[in-house]
């Protein structure tokens, strides 16, 4: 196998796409600013590392230069992501990462024509955010071709990393967007809601600004999308109102890297019962003009290990030359099926 680089790989998913890669055969090599931090993996895995900052382009560029592709694991995107990309377009370097924020799909949607002048793939949203509702996404997109509409639900998070959590808070002040008429246009947390049968049982889900929104507009075409996730009746009541004075309150930077800095330290991730044990279900369904719908839907293992298990398999198929150059979504890249290598994974689909 070629070389490959995790950046970001003492995070808590960054440890856990190690483990899986290991367990796979792979020997990457793992990286990041904290050498304290690295060490003690690198040392369980039998694994070389490199200290690295992303702000030091130069000792950045020359890293990437002795792999073929690096997977980025370190957020929140919106400020990590640019000096990877940046990186990885001179030293033709495949990039990879498993961000779901929609600023950062835009972002690299519009390098597509670097992307490919520099001959790499650049895929984001390799893990739980994006591929399983990608997928889903391409799926009910293929069964109705004139489709103009598109909704995607999901059941909520057991619980998450502190990697998450700084990411939820970096965008909260952004506020929410819906996909209308192929543009995303500001939307109110929390609204509109709606009942949705996933594989399980029926449940209330409210909409949320998920990546979808940019990954699958690109993957359907389709112009109107609508992201939701299951949330308890009373969170959801009070999600406009907390979007707006927490939106606010975390409009200053100080603050906001405050709490950054607290989830850091006390917030850790579901624990390893619950990624063997955990599952979550999801819903996709498409409608055209005509009124006519279709609906599918799919179980996934717990999305923290389904993010490890995914992203190393996005990686093996990148360096084996599976994906095409340029900007891709991971459905785009592997196809609608991509999502069934993930052992546990399986579609249910419903008209």
């Not at 196998?1 to 190690?18: E, F, H, N, R, S």
């Not at 059941?155 to 965008?171: D, I, N, V, W």
Request: contains cysteine.
């Amino acid at each position: 196998m070629k070389p490959w680089m995790i950046y970001g790989a003492y995070g808590y998913t960054g440890a856990l796409i190690a483990e899986v890669a290991v367990q796979r055969g792979h020997t990457p090599v793992l990286a990041g600013r904290s050498e304290e931090k690295l060490r003690p993996l690198a040392e369980r895995y039998h694994l070389p590392y490199r200290v690295l900052s992303l702000d030091d382009a130069d000792a950045l560029e020359t890293a990437l230069g002795e792999v073929d592709a690096v997977c980025h694991a370190a957020g929140p995107y919106v400020h990590t992501a640019s000096p990877m990309v940046t990186a990885c377009l001179k030293t033709g370097t495949h990039y990879l990462d498993i961000t779901g924020e929609i600023a950062v799909f835009e972002q690299h949607f519009a390098l597509d024509e670097a992307a490919r002048k520099a001959g790499i793939t650049l895929l984001s949203g390799v893990g739980f955010d994006v591929v399983p509702s990608d997928c889903l996404a391409a799926r009910v997109a293929a069964q109705m071709p004139d489709a103009t509409h598109l909704e995607l639900a999901f059941t909520a998070l057991s619980s998450t990393s502190a990697g998450t959590a700084k990411s939820m808070l970096e965008g909260l002040p952004r506020g929410s967007v819906r996909r209308v008429d192929g543009k995303l246009v500001p939307a109110t947390l929390g609204r509109p809601t709606r009942r949705v049968r996933f594989d399980d049982r029926e449940r209330l889900v409210a909409a949320i600004p998920w990546g979808d929104l940019s990954t699958a507009y690109r993957t359907t075409g389709i112009p109107n999308i609508t992201t939701y996730m299951a949330y308890p009746r009373q969170m959801i009541r009070w999600m406009p109102l907390l979007s707006t004075l927490g939106g606010g309150l975390l409009r200053l930077s100080t603050l906001r890297r405050a709490l950054q800095r607290w989830a850091e330290a006390n917030i850790h991730g579901p624990d390893e019962h619950t990624r063997k044990t955990g599952r979550t279900h999801l819903w996709a369904e498409a409608r055209n003009t005509a009124g006519e719908r279709i609906e599918a839907r799919l179980q996934t293992i717990e999305p923290y290990q389904f993010t490890a298990e995914a992203a190393v398999r996005a990686v093996e198929a990148v360096l084996n030359g599976d994906a095409p150059t340029g900007t891709q979504t991971p459905a785009l890249a592997f196809g609608a099926d991509f999502v069934l290598q993930v052992p546990g994974c399986a579609f249910i689909d419903h008209r």
